[in-house]
């Protein structure tokens, strides 16, 4: 298995807080990807980065920000957390550009 | 607008017999389809996958058929397990420097021993 962490696996936050969810990947792998995961909708990118510093938006990107300050980790950050962003979170990354690999998940609950 | 769709959110299947499971999807310029297997609570696992230039792969128990005139990809595991129980994800991919998977909406696999 791919070398994918997340951290933290669970969390319950309030609306407005800021949040910040890691993945750590020992494989050094160029590129990671955030997608969050809801019902009826599947996996959706958020951001996702193909080199150190450099990063981009997907398809549902609004209220997220990334870094990434080296190549094993990389941060989305929810400036201020709103209800309609409780979802399970999870990490991928690839190095070759097709098969992506997924981390364990983030369930995030904003109350 | 969904670019992948996968039409049946769930299917049962007896233990020994076929699981087919569909996805269609709308853009002609995808270039590589890939299928994701997740289990509750876990990522989704790498399961298999299928360029634009061929019309079947086969891995074992699984077998991904693609028909680009009618912008569809089936994913056929013989003999089907209880251990097989899992979402299924089809995903496709643009191809260029961008990496970026579209995913269909998944679907659930229940195998009946």
């Known amino acids: 298995d791919a070398g994918i962490t997340q951290s933290p696996r669970h969390k319950v936050t309030e609306t407005g807080t800021p949040v910040t969810l890691r993945c750590h990947q020992t494989e050094n792998h160029r590129y990671m990807y955030w997608y969050r995961q809801d019902p009826g909708h599947g996996l959706r990118l958020i951001h996702y980065s193909y080199g150190v510093k450099d990063t981009d938006k997907g398809e549902v990107s609004d209220g997220y920000s990334v870094s990434r300050s080296k190549t094993e980790d990389f941060l989305l950050t929810l400036e201020s957390a709103t209800s309609s962003q409780t979802s399970v979170y999870f990490c991928?990354?690839?190095?070759?550009?097709?098969?992506?690999?997924f981390g364990p998940g983030t369930r995030l609950t904003v109350t | 607008d969904q670019q992948v769709k996968q039409n049946s959110p769930s299917l049962s299947v007896q233990e020994g017999r076929i699981s087919i499971l569909n996805c269609d999807y709308t853009n002609s310029m995808f270039d590589y389809f890939l299928w994701y297997k997740k289990y509750p609570a876990e990522g989704p696992t790498f399961l298999i996958s299928i360029s634009s230039i061929k019309d079947k792969n086969e891995d074992g128990r699984f077998t991904v058929f693609l028909n680009k005139s009618a912008k569809h990809l089936s994913l056929h595991i013989v003999p089907s397990q209880p251990g097989d129980s899992a979402v299924y994800f089809c995903a496709a991919d643009l191809g260029g420097a961008t990496n970026k998977l579209i995913f269909g909406t998944g679907t659930l696999l229940a195998v009946q021993p």
């Open positions: 991928a990354i690839s190095e070759r550009g097709y098969e992506q690999y």
